[in-house]
């Protein structure tokens, strides 16, 4: 798929799941997963082209790329066109010549960091309140990256990504703006509350909504780490 950049109209390639193997997946408590494909996923990208930041929701998308056919030898060329293009190979060509360079050549957009999320969120006044709970999901799972392991026992990260008073400000910034009617499952904002040290509220919470929920394993993990005394992510 070929997509506009809203800021300076550099057409780029946007990246599509064509296919997906399945392999021993994990969650963690805060909603985070081990599936990756974070380039397709993501919805802010960097524009190569310009260096800007942009929402993919807001970029115009401009249909697919064919794909490059192979060259045609000169025989090949002449016995198609004698032929009437049967197999619609000159066809292809002709098509594939006819696109400006362009699109041809367009690059593929730059999967968001960490650092673009925090940039996004240096001036909230310019988000929808959606749009900020999204950031400040990702910065709340990337700051309990440090927390988590990885299949061959070592952590995502060496460090965490963000300081104790960083990471708490996001965190209670993220659960007023849920509390605030933004979409959001009764086990996220339980999560939040006990990462926060709140435990008798996450408990709370999760005993108040319906039997579907709190017979989830995660809400009863998550109401078993908070009995314990336990703030850190924990694997489901």
């Not at 397709?40 to 115009?60: E, G, I, N």
């Not at 000159?90 to 960091?113: C, F, H, T, V």
């Not at 996004?120 to 999204?134: F, G, K």
Request: glycine letters at 6%; proline letters at 6%.
């Amino acid at each position: 798929m070929i997509i506009a950049c809203p800021h300076c109209d550099g057409k780029l390639h946007k990246s599509v799941l064509s296919s997906f193997s399945s392999w021993t997946i994990k969650y963690w408590t805060d909603g985070e997963s081990n599936i990756g494909f974070s380039n397709v996923f993501t919805p802010l990208v960097r524009c190569p082209l310009c260096q800007s930041l942009f929402w993919k929701s807001d970029a115009t998308e401009l249909g697919y790329k064919p794909s490059e056919p192979s060259p045609m030898s000169k025989i090949s060329i002449w016995y198609a066109k004698i032929t009437g293009d049967k197999e619609g190979k000159l066809a292809e060509q002709d098509a594939w010549n006819e696109l400006p360079m362009g699109l041809k050549n367009a690059p593929r957009y730059i999967p968001s960091e960490l650092e673009d999320w925090l940039e996004v969120l240096q001036d909230t006044s310019n988000l929808t309140p959606e749009r900020e709970a999204t950031a400040r999901r990702i910065v709340w799972r990337n700051s309990n990256d440090h927390n988590r392991l990885r299949s061959d026992g070592q952590p995502w990260s060496v460090e965490p990504a963000l300081c104790f008073g960083e990471a708490t400000a996001n965190r209670l910034a993220l659960l007023e703006l849920l509390e605030n009617g933004n979409p959001s499952s009764p086990t996220e904002k339980a999560e939040l509350l006990r990462q926060l040290g709140k435990f008798n509220e996450a408990i709370s919470l999760v005993e108040s909504a319906s039997h579907e929920v709190q017979r989830t394993p995660l809400a009863v993990k998550i109401v078993q780490l908070a009995k314990s005394g336990d703030a850190i992510v924990s694997e489901v």
